[in-house]
Nanobody, 122 residues
Framework: QVQLVESGGGLVQTGGSLGLSCVVS????????IAWFRQAPGKEREGVAC????????IYGDSVRGRFTISRDNAKNTVYLQMDNLTPEDTAVYSC???????????????WGKGTRVTVSS
């Protein structure tokens, strides 16, 4: 099975930047595309971004496109989410997840990390 561990969350002011990391491990983990999701208290989980396991193709949610960048370092088994120009609307718990098919649809995810909290102050 695949394990995912997020890190990098914290407190940042509006307009600031923050980088998140997702370390992926386990047998067969290299065959999964990795996606980022976020969920604010009382709100539905939202797909943020995904990076394909082989091609490196990226997918972004409409609310973050142009501000967030997903990337990967295969040698380190790590997927990153660089978040720029943050607003309070970005406050949420951010989780990474593994999927066979590259997508940001929640239902397609096979494995999930526990999440890391991001708070953007106004």
């Amino acid at each position: 099975q695949v394990q995912l561990v997020e890190s990098g969350g914290g407190l940042v002011q509006t307009g600031g930047s923050l980088g998140l990391s997702c370390v992926v491990s386990g047998s067969g983990s290299e065959y999964y595309s990795i996606a980022w999701f976020r969920q604010a208290p009382g709100k539905e989980r939202e797909g943020v971004a995904c990076i394909d396991s082989r091609s490196g193709r990226t997918i972004y949610g409409d609310s973050v496109r142009g501000r967030f960048t997903i990337s990967r370092d295969n040698a380190k088994n790590t997927v990153y989410l660089q978040m720029d120009n943050l607003t309070p609307e970005d406050t949420a718990v951010y989780s990474c997840a593994a999927t066979i098919i590259p997508t940001i649809l929640n239902s397609s995810m096979v494995y999930w990390g526990k999440g890391t909290r991001v708070t953007v102050s106004s």
